[in-house]
Every structure is written in structure tokens, then in C-alpha cells.
């Protein structure tokens, strides 16, 4: 059974840092693609980043793009994203998921989030 | 990037009852589209890809359709547990973009 297991949320102050984690279990995580998606409370999905199985292609949702930084550690079956000069706009609920097959920009799989709250 | 548009925002329909739901891209995005379901405090459970493939163990009355710019999903017979909002996303370029939802509600 797939198992994705978002941690690392909580609440912070505009213009800090945070780092997420996602932790994989019950696939080859190496095959697959991974991706963020985050979505604001009482909002629709928005994609965050996308990073590919060996790291070598990446990508961000224009609005992020030097703030934010995605990576992944396959000896570790995890997925992380480092987020700098937080916003308030930033808030959101941040999902960890899977490709339905290894390389496929759709997502079969999903962690039940981890939630990020920006404010002073 | 590429802006996808839902209508309608919600849809109120009876059991039993035909739902369909439309999204369309503000520039081709070919047959890269995908559906998910949405239910309060769940994640998003995809339900079509490539416009028209159902996912594993999703439902026969799931369907999807279209190309290009203009895509549909059809509930052809409402179920209890179908209540909920739906997304399209287009994959075809990054970066990739969802619509805004569809609320299906029971009327």
C-alpha cells in the first residue's frame, strides 16, 4: 500500500522558513516522480513543484520561483521542500503526491497534508 | 500558463440524475487532462486521465471526454457518495494548473 506521510507544517512568521518532508513508503520510490500541491483554506489545488526521479528535471508554479526549493533524498525515501520568505498568501494545506505511472504529470496518490500557516 | 475554467461553479442534481460537468483551457492542452474528486478533509482521489481514462477502481458512470480545449466529466447516475467537488488539471505544459472546482450537490 502507498503510503505518503507529509510532516513539517505548522505555524510561522511572515518572511521565515520552513522545510517540509514526505516520507514514502509502499513503492519504488526512485521509479516515480514527485510533486507538491497545496491548497488554501477553503480554496482550490494549486501546484507547487514537481522534481523528477533522479532530480535531474524540476519545477516550479511561477509565483514561487526562487522562494521556494524542492528536492528529494531516494536513500531516503523522501521528498522535501524548502520554503523561504514566507508569505501570508503562502498558507495552505501542503500535499505530497505521487504520479499515477513513474513519470506522469497526474496524481494517483496523495498524503493527507501538511498544513502551513503564515502570519505574525 | 494556461488558465482552466470550470463550469458551473455548482451543480445541484438528484440522486439517480445525470451531472455534467465542463473545463475548459485557455489554450490547447491536447488529451493531458485530468479529473479528481474532492471530498471535505480528504485529499483529492483522481478519477480521469488523459481526458477520458478512468483510474484504478474508479466507477463506470465516471466518464470523461474531449480534446484540445474544451473537456467534459459525466456522472451518469448519481450515487450518495458522488457529493463532492470536482477538479480538472491540465498536464500538458508547466506549469501545470487546476481549475477551480466544480460543487456537486445533492438538490
Known sequence: EVQLVESGGGLVQPGRSLRLSCAAS??????????????????????????????????????????????????????????????????????????????????????????????? | EIVMTQSPATLSVSPGERATLSCRASQSVGSNLAWYQQKPGQAPRLLIYVASTRATGIPARFSGSGSGTEFTLTISSL??????????????????????????EIK
Not at chain 1, 533522479?54 to 526562487?66: E, F, H, P, Q, V
Not at chain 2, 463532492?84 to 472546482?101: D, I, L, R
Request: aromatic content about 20%.
Open chain 2, 79 to 104: 450515487q450518495s457518495e458522488d457529493f463532492a467537488v470536482y477538479y480538472c488539471q491540465q498536464y500538458n505544459n508547466w506549469p501545470y494548473t487546476f481549475g477551480q472546482g466544480t460543487k456537486l
Open chain 1, 26 to 120: 509502499g513503492f519504488t520510490f526512485n521509479d516515480y516522480a514527485m510533486h507538491w500541491v497545496r491548497q488554501a483554506p477553503g480554496k482550490g489545488l494549486e501546484w507547487v513543484s514537481s522534481i523528477s526521479w533522479n532530480s535531474g528535471t524540476i519545477g516550479y508554479a511561477d509565483s514561487l520561483k526562487g522562494r521556494f526549493t524542492i528536492s528529494r533524498d531516494n536513500a531516503k525515501n523522501s521528498l522535501y521542500l524548502q520554503m523561504n520568505s514566507l508569505r501570508a498568501e503562502d498558507t495552505a494545506l501542503y500535499y505530497c503526491a505521487k504520479g499515477y505511472y513513474d513519470s506522469s504529470g497526474y496524481y494517483g496518490d496523495w498524503g493527507q497534508g501538511t498544513l502551513v500557516t503564515v502570519s505574525s
